[in-house]
């Protein structure tokens, strides 16, 4: 039997994204077809998504939603069925989601996705346009409060709270409930209160039927005080309910053998097409070791600022580094110089989609250093492209990368380097044995076709969510 569910998210491609949350937002609805789910998106009319979407039909309005008139609507978009909430006093704005043009969290962000959340409640409690969801799933503390508004509404609908970072608590100040309609009762240390002050995040994560993160390892590590954010406790409390499912990818997006943006191959051996191109646009000689690519935002979480440290060894060796990424200013300004610095090292600051797939297309490995990865996609893009993961030994790269050791070698099965601790100097270990594989040409082409045979779509992962929801949702 069909089972229709809600996906509440703040980014979701094709329309509007920032990083792997829009991805798997964008990507699931379609793999669990399959599975007979039907999961439509509910997202913000930001201005980029209406251009897209066009004026949908309405089925809701309102003339002072929090602060300003607003309208719902629907609209389908590449295969998606979107709910798309209009509300030009909240989503308006030029820069991006979160983020005004001089890279400041917008100040009313806790208003804007407290009612992105509300909407998703009311869809729940009332439906929309005679579409009821079974379940509700909730991605990230932007969709946080819809299992309370709904508790609040004493409506009894399954709700999955789905963990993509913890790192991001959606911290608001308390006196902001009254503005955004939430119950006084659930403002104590076993609800939403984070030390004074709402997180919505927590509230999610304490109110929803089940909690999800996006690999079985981070699901283990977030109950620990390194990697849980402060929240360790919350998930320790609920640890009969936290269930880790592998991300995908969408493999027609990501495909060696059909990217319109790159080279194409199928083999490991036509990638050098692919590589000599990317050398060429990223203004880059041949040198004797690998090309290692980096396709990341540039933030603390990702680790590059280890990668630096470990620079000067790699291009000593005969590495070369293409770099693409954008985040924070001082990271920014350091791999500015370093590719200044370093002949062999070449960066784009920036977001460039077109230029992500040929970076993955042409690298010999892609470098994801990271100190904490949830799942991780662009390692998951490697492999399908035969560019070898190096991966920091944590969250999904631990999950998705079988390191090259003896057994794995011998066995046929590598796939990739881990290393751990994740520091400067166990990642120049880490580059130094990619040095190595790379010297022997036979031994890195079979890595190649291991990678390309990983599985890294949805298939899994569909069916681990489709079991979940049905598990909790009783048949209507
Ligand atoms: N400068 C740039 N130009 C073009 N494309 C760029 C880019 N910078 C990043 N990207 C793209 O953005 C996505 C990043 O996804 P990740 O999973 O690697 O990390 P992110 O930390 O955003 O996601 C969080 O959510 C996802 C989804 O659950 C988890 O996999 C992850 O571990 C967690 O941190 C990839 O599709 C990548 O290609």
Not at 137 to 154: E, M, T
Not at 351 to 375: K, N, T, V
Not at 438 to 448: G, S, W, Y
């Amino acid at each position: 039997m069909s089972l229709n569910v809600l996906s509440v998210a703040s980014e979701c491609v094709p329309l509007v994204k920032t990083g792997g949350l829009a991805g798997v937002a964008g990507a699931l609805p379609g793999a669990l077809k399959a599975e007979g789910v039907e999961m439509r998106v509910l997202i913000p009319g930001y201005p980029g998504v209406l251009a897209k979407v066009g004026t949908g039909e309405t089925l809701w309005e309102s003339d002072d939603f929090f602060g300003g008139p607003a309208r719902l609507c629907f609209a389908t978009h590449g295969g998606l069925r979107l709910y798309v909430l209009e509300a030009a006093h909240l989503f308006d704005r030029p820069g991006g989601p979160y983020l005004d043009g001089g890279g400041c969290d917008w100040p009313d962000n806790d208003i804007r996705f407290g009612a992105l959340s509300w909407m998703g409640a009311q869809i729940g409690a009332e439906g929309a346009g005679g579409w009821r969801p079974d379940l509700i799933q909730c991605h990230d503390w932007q969709a946080g409060l819809v299992p309370l508004y709904l508790k609040a509404r004493s409506v009894d609908l399954p709700t999955v709270m789905t963990v993509h970072n913890i790192a991001f608590h959606g911290l608001m100040p308390a006196g902001r409930m009254a503005a955004l309609g939430l119950p006084g009762w659930a403002f104590h240390p076993g609800g939403m209160e984070f030390y004074g002050q709402v997180s919505a995040l927590k509230a999610g994560l304490v109110y929803a039927w089940k909690v999800t993160t996006v690999s079985p390892t981070y699901a283990r590590e977030l109950r620990t005080p390194e990697f849980g954010g402060g929240l360790d406790g919350v998930i320790r409390a609920r640890a009969g309910d936290v269930l880790g499912i592998l991300n995908g990818i969408d493999e027609a997006d990501w495909d060696p053998a059909t990217d319109p943006h790159a080279l194409r191959f199928k083999q490991p051996r036509g990638k050098a097409k692919a590589r000599a191109a990317l050398l060429e646009e990223m203004g880059l000689t041949e040198g004797p070791g690998p090309l290692c690519v980096v396709v990341s935002r540039l933030t603390g979480q990702k680790g590059l600022d280890l990668l630096l440290q470990a620079l000067p060894d790699l291009v000593a060796r005969g590495g070369r580094l293409a770099l693409l990424g954008s985040g924070e200013p001082p990271l920014e300004q350091a791999w500015r110089s370093a590719a200044e610095r370093h002949e062999g090292v070449a960066v784009r600051i920036g977001y460039d989609e077109a230029l992500a797939h040929r970076l993955i297309a042409g690298g010999d490995a892609i470098l994801l250093p990271s100190r904490f990865e949830p799942c991780g996609l662009t390692q998951l893009y490697g492999l399908r492209y035969g560019t070898i993961p190096v991966v920091a030994r944590t969250g999904g790269l631990a999950d998705t990368v079988i390191d090259a050791n003896p057994a794995a070698l011998a066995a046929g099965v590598a796939t990739g380097i881990q290393f751990a601790p994740v520091n400067a100097e166990a990642l120049s270990v880490a580059l130094d044995r990619l040095c190595d594989l790379h010297a022997d040409p036979e031994l890195f082409a079979k890595l190649q076709r291991n990678a390309m045979r990983a599985p890294v779509g949805w298939q899994g992962s569909a069916a681990a969510y489709a079991r979940l929801f049905r598990e909790i949702s009783p048949p209507s």
